[in-house]
């Protein structure tokens, strides 16, 4: 098996372990029972667990553990965890003690993942930059792997959460007309057997992961790289101090105002497409795939566009993704008076790959070629740390909030609501086109001092 071949499984099971639970999260929560706090406490353990990951996980990963011993030890930690998730909401009311709520052994068993599943998105990417020739031309054939990963782990569920009682047999009315009715948002799964049918996302994300586990024991070997004499021993460190630099400042801000907004299209989007387009709540995640689809092209051609562009004209059309796409959801009308009113809010979320791509993606690819070898997997996670960490945590209670301010007598506000994180974007794509400028090459001594 090719070196690009086992790359690509890595980050298809990879990715598969997260969008198999994250995209039914919320509403599985609700269907539990949780408060407000509780679910956003819930959803923030990723943050968590980035920001922890900053400051431990990957100070091993870099100079004292080998990255694929760390893989497949993280992963089976981690994925027993999540398979917890799973199965404990069910035989709570027998195992629990009486008077303790169920959302901390759940948020104890999700911190544990994150806490062992976070720090392994920039070790996958480490492995891929140090063992690869070509990793500025390569990672996206291999990254894009990952958004097919997470697609496939998303859409089956459209079926599972059928409520198939609901459902006339196949030869009564012939695979057309029962394909319609499966598909139908009011046939879904209610009430119990919702909550059972999404807690299988979290077996699926177990599985996936004692997979990855197991595989990553297949991987070269990517040994850990001790700190040379004279500098840190922690890894973190070293990476914090490429932060003097201008240009890698500014790319750091401008990477935590984009993570932030980012946020804001897993938190808005979906009441969106329910409340004011008119989408069967079953179909909200098919809707969001989309997203992940145009990944997949996107990912492919970032090499060459990042030749042919370079990396200032590249992210900056990746934020203004987020400007586009957000300013559109801003002026989608009231009430849809044709079918391309509600079909726009629908396809402009192929957009979401040129964020995701252009601007994540190419960050990522950024950081190995500017970041010295030696703290490479502590700068990945320096830049997870805004991407998944501090911006996700801040958008996670902003977007909301603001929400919540918009919104009288039960109807959202969408256009004011949306046009802050559009604005909000354009933002950061100025502070990129007036402050960012790299040199021409990776770091050397003249531009890196001390490093």
């Known amino acids: 098996m090719s070196l690009r071949t086992k ?46 990951g900053l400051f431990f996980s990957n100070q091993f990963a870099d100079r004292n553990f080998a990255a694929e011993k760390f893989l497949a030890f993280s992963h089976l930690i981690g994925g027993v965890a999540i398979l917890g998730i799973g ?27 994150s806490l062992f599943y976070v720090p392994t998105i920039s070790i996958t990417n480490s492995i891929v930059f140090t063992n690869m020739k070509d990793a500025k031309n390569d990672f996206g054939l291999v990254r894009l792997w990952g958004t097919i990963g997470w697609i496939a782990a998303s859409l089956p569920f459209v079926f599972i959460l059928v409520d198939w009682v609901k459902i006339p047999a196949l030869s009564d009315i012939g695979f057309t007309a029962w394909l319609g009715e499966a598909l139908k948002g009011e046939n879904g799964k209610q009430g119990e057997a919702f909550k059972n049918g999404v807690a299988m996302t979290y077996v699926a994300a177990g599985i996936a992961s004692l997979l990855l586990a197991a595989f990553s024991l297949t991987l070269p070997h990517t040994p850990p790289k001790p700190a040379p ?64 689809v145009a990944e997949i092209g996107t990912m492919a051609i970032l090499g060459i566009v990042l030749k042919r562009f370079g990396w200032r004209t590249t992210m900056i059309v990746g934020i203004l993704g987020h400007t586009a796409r957000f300013g559109v959801f801003a002026l989608f009308p009231e009430h849809g008076a044709t079918t391309f009113d509600l079909v726009l809010p629908i396809l402009v979320n192929v957009l979401h790959g040129i964020c995701y791509a252009f601007f994540f993606a190419a960050v990522y690819i950024f950081v190995d070629e500017f970041f010295p070898k030696d703290a490479r997997a502590s700068a990945q996670g320096l830049f997870n740390f805004l991407i998944i960490g501090i911006g996700p945590l801040v958008g996670g209670f902003l977007w909301p909030y603001l929400q919540g301010q918009f919104t009288a007598d039960g109807h ?29 090459s990776g770091p050397k001594p003249e531009i890196m001092p001390g490093l």
Do not use: C
């Open 7 to 52: 790359f690509s499984i890595m980050m298809f099971l990879e990715f598969f372990i997260w969008g198999a639970w994250l995209p039914l999260a919320f509403p599985f929560l609700v269907s539990l029972g949780f408060g407000y706090w509780e679910i956003s406490f819930f959803m923030n353990a990723f943050a968590i667990a980035s920001i922890t």
């Open 229 to 292: 004499v004279g500098e840190s021993q922690f890894a973190w460190l070293e990476s914090m101090k490429l932060l003097s630099q201008p240009f890698m400042l500014v790319l750091f801000l401008a990477t935590f105002i984009d993570a932030t907004v980012h946020m804001g299209f897993f938190l808005l989007t979906g009441s969106f497409l329910i409340d004011r387009v008119g989408i069967p709540p079953q179909w909200v995640m098919p809707v969001m795939s989309i997203s992940q």
């Open 87 to 113: 199965f404990v909401p069910h035989y709570w009311p027998t195992l629990g003690p009486t008077g303790v709520s169920l959302f901390w052994p759940l948020f104890g068993l999700m911190l544990i993942h």
């Open 412 to 440: 959202v506000d969408y256009r004011t609501l949306f046009l802050v994180p559009s604005g909000t974007a354009a933002v950061a794509a100025v502070l990129l086109l007036l402050f960012f400028h790299p040199p021409k």
